[in-house]
């Protein structure tokens, strides 16, 4: 079984559509993010948590809200989904003590 | 401000040829730099990462990659490339914070030509 899966892998919603994207790990890891990819310009973050209780804006956290429910789930909202929110959406996760980060397969958001 | 730059949108290699990916960065600091792959539909794989030590790294699947300070670079290389090595890949830096946050490049897609 994967480590971090990602529920849902594909998504299409109107504008203005509330849309929650859940990302859950059995790595045992502490810290978790939220990342967005558009084509030729990467990975951005959205936002990152450390644990149940502290979670921290990343550079690109407007429009979106995040919920840590327990240490393996972390999940990702779109109040009002606007169609520059289409993208390619990843959750990672990473230890406290090591530096690479682990991804899920990726949902791909589509807003019309 | 910390950043990653691949030059390259793409690079085209024939099979059994030698590739290079290259990336650059700029930090403050020592670097902490790493190298992820992503196939079609899938998520990203790590590849390999520098955090001190030995300027040349090796990595999964036959990679490598070798810092250089001077040239504040860290360019993913293989002997000898696969047709099954064709992806997007990613090259990312940590952020200076304790974070853990990874700063990305903007991606090079690898074609390895049979």
């Known amino acids: 079984d994967a480590d971090v899966t990602q529920t849902p892998r594909n998504r299409i919603t109107k504008t203005g559509k509330r849309i929650m994207l859940e990302c859950s790990q059995t790595k045992g890891h502490d810290r978790m993010y939220w990342y967005r990819q558009d084509p030729g310009l990467g990975l951005r973050l959205i936002y990152y948590?450390?644990?149940?209780?502290?979670?921290n804006k990343g550079e690109i956290s407007d429009g979106y809200s995040v919920s840590r429910q327990a240490q393996a789930k972390f999940s990702l909202s779109l109040e009002s989904a606007i169609p520059n929110q289409t993208a390619l959406y990843f959750c990672?996760?990473?230890?406290?003590?090591?530096?690479?980060?682990?991804f899920g397969p990726g949902t791909r958001l589509t807003v019309t | 401000a910390q950043s990653v730059a691949q030059p390259e949108d793409q690079v085209n290699v024939a099979e059994g040829n030698p590739l290079t990916v290259k990336c650059t960065y700029s930090?403050?600091?020592?670097?902490?730099l790493f190298w992820y792959v992503q196939y079609p539909n899938r998520g990203l794989q790590f590849l390999l990462k520098?955090?001190?030590?030995?300027?040349l790294v090796k990595g999964s699947y036959g990679f490598e990659a070798e810092f250089n300070k001077s040239q504040t670079s860290f360019h993913l290389k293989k002997p000898s490339a696969l047709v099954s090595d064709s992806a997007l890949y990613f090259c990312a830096v940590r952020g200076l914070s304790n974070t853990g946050k990874l700063i990305f490049g903007q991606g090079t897609t690898l074609q390895v030509k049979p």
């Open positions: 930090v403050s600091g020592n670097p902490y």
């Open positions: 520098y955090i001190t030590g030995d300027n």
């Open positions: 990672a996760t990473s230890g406290t003590s090591s530096y690479e980060q682990y």
């Open positions: 948590s450390f644990d149940v209780k502290d979670i």
